[in-house]
């Protein structure tokens, strides 16, 4: 059983477009939404996350956007930039525990 | 301050042999976890130390993978008698305490020949 299911698998924007990323999840216990930005050759880098007691958090150009009825968070990339082209991952768990990775997002973004 | 540093950056083995990779996490983080990055498998957890208790092995996939964390700080992750599927990058993090965001190394990038 797939507990996390990221969407879509690949992505290309233009400079300064909106980049939207899904994430779904089964398991109810998570309780920590975090967002990780990967470079080839390179580990993951947390970017942005939120807890479910707020519906959205927002970092400079980054908002989380979550709903608990649903079983869903995302990603919104705002004014994106060509730096911004890397693999997003989202990686929801119980108390920032044992993340459980979705399978990524390519995103690229053309200048 | 230094980030989490793995060593080696990459290590290529013949199937069967042992392989050590190793982690030092960022001074005075108390949490350390293991992950493995794989094509066909994605990012998954392998194992969690948390100070002095007892590890979290729930996510190693057979029992010839192990791991031991001397003296709260250096970690090592061991591979016996290698196979085809265990070519992955091992990735490391570490972080302040349990529920504090995880910090990555840059991995280790294992191919068994």
């Known amino acids: 059983q797939q507990q996390v299911k990221q969407s879509p698998q690949s992505l290309i924007v233009q400079k300064g477009g909106i980049s939207i990323i899904n994430c779904a999840y089964e398991?109810?216990?998570?309780?920590?939404f975090p967002w990780y930005q990967q470079f080839p050759g390179k580990g993951p880098a947390l970017l942005i996350a939120i807890r479910p007691d707020v519906s959205e958090k927002k970092e400079g150009r980054f908002t989380i956007s979550f709903n608990k009825s649903a079983k869903q968070f995302s990603l919104h990339i705002m004014d994106s930039q060509p730096g911004d082209s890397a693999t997003y991952f989202c990686?929801?768990?119980?108390?920032?525990?044992?993340?459980?990775f979705g399978k990524g997002t390519l995103l690229t973004v053309n200048p | 301050g230094a980030g989490v540093s793995q060593s080696p950056s990459n290590k290529v083995t013949e199937k069967g042999k042992d392989v050590e990779l190793r982690c030092d996490p960022i001074?005075?983080?108390?949490?350390l976890y293991w992950y493995r990055q794989s094509l066909g498998q994605g990012l998954e957890f392998l194992i969690y130390f948390q100070g002095n208790s007892a590890p979290d092995k729930s996510g190693l996939p057979s029992d010839r993978f192990s791991a031991e964390r001397t003296g709260g700080s250096v970690s090592t992750l061991t591979i016996q008698r290698t196979q085809q599927e265990d070519s992955a990058v091992y990735l490391c993090a570490s972080s302040l305490d349990r529920g504090q965001p995880q910090h990555f190394g840059d991995g280790t990038r294992l191919s068994i020949l």
């Open positions: 990686a929801p768990a119980r108390s920032n525990y044992k993340l459980t």
């Open positions: 001074s005075g983080h108390t949490a």
């Open positions: 398991n109810t216990a998570f309780d920590y």
